[in-house]
């Protein structure tokens, strides 16, 4: 039997979402909550390991449970098991060829930026925040050339294990409400810490310190030493994950967790 969990969890206190010897994770906590419910050791595997402080509204794992349980108890049950900041949205049972990770087809992120001269208190740690003012056009334009099969390298963490730096983003868009500006990102995969980079070169941009054409000429470079340096992971959330219809998830798979901003 193969379980699906939907995750949300709030990443400012965890050290990422892979295991640690220290045991801070958020995969660590979820691991802990599920062999409180099966009475055994369960691993996880996730669609999409995120950093620290990197939040997600929408994460997808699988897990072979030992032990057969009503999908309630993989909800509400973990749930009683967890730290507030992470909560178990939803349990499917799937297939035993599904693979969180191998079977998704895109992966989303959003990033929120404060664009505003004063920082904030009552959301740090849920939102970036820049001081100057932002061309958002220009922003736009520079965006339009991260669009399709790219090697991204210029945007790529030294650390990172990926086995290429070839990826496809499908969508990058940039809004403004208010005081705060929202990336959307949508790709068949990222590379760590890719869509952090893509943003502050996206900020280098909007500043007026590049014009929107050195976003194309830096992603030709492939050198990530052109690049601005990598933003803070405060206002980055993993907003879900795309699988075919076939597996019968909630929503069918499509990336549909909304983020609400905090009132102005």
């Known amino acids: 039997m193969r379980i699906a969990l939907g995750l949300e969890y709030d990443g400012s206190a965890f050290a990422g979402w892979q295991s640690q010897p220290h045991g801070n994770t958020v995969q660590d906590v979820l691991e802990r909550a599920l062999a409180a419910v099966a009475g055994a050791p369960s691993r996880v595997t996730c669609a999409g390991r995120t950093d620290a402080g990197v939040h997600a509204l929408e994460q997808v794992v699988h897990f072979d ?3 057969a349980r009503p999908l309630n108890a993989w909800v509400r ?4 098991h967890l730290p507030d900041s992470v909560t178990v949205r939803w349990a499917a049972q799937v297939g035993e060829d599904f693979h969180a990770r191998f079977s998704a087809l895109s ?3 959003r990033y929120l930026l404060f664009n505003h001269p004063v920082r904030p208190a009552l959301h740090h740690r849920r939102v970036g925040w820049f001081h100057l003012p932002l061309d958002l056009e220009a922003m736009r334009a520079a965006a339009a050339h ?3 099969e790219h090697d991204f390298s210029a ?3 030294a650390e990172c294990q990926a086995r290429s730096p070839v990826k496809t983003l499908y969508t990058a ?14 790709a068949n ?3 760590h810490h890719m869509v952090r980079n893509m943003v502050g070169a996206l900020v280098y941009v909007g500043k007026g310190r590049c014009p929107p054409e050195w976003l194309g000429e830096l992603l030709a470079s492939g050198d990530r030493r052109l690049a601005a340096p990598t933003f803070s992971p405060a206002g980055l959330y993993l907003t879900g994950i795309e699988y075919e219809e076939r597996w019968r998830l909630p929503a069918n798979g ?3 967790a909304p983020l609400l901003l905090p009132a102005p």
């Open 173 to 186: 868009r940039i809004e403004r409400l208010g005081d705060y500006l929202v990336f959307d990102f949508r």
């Open 146 to 148: 991260l669009i399709g």
């Open 189 to 191: 995969a990222f590379l």
């Open 107 to 109: 992966r989303g992120y």
């Open 65 to 67: 449970p030992p032990s």
């Open 77 to 80: 049950g973990v749930n009683a």
């Open 155 to 157: 945007f790529r963490a």
């Open 254 to 256: 499509r990336i549909i």
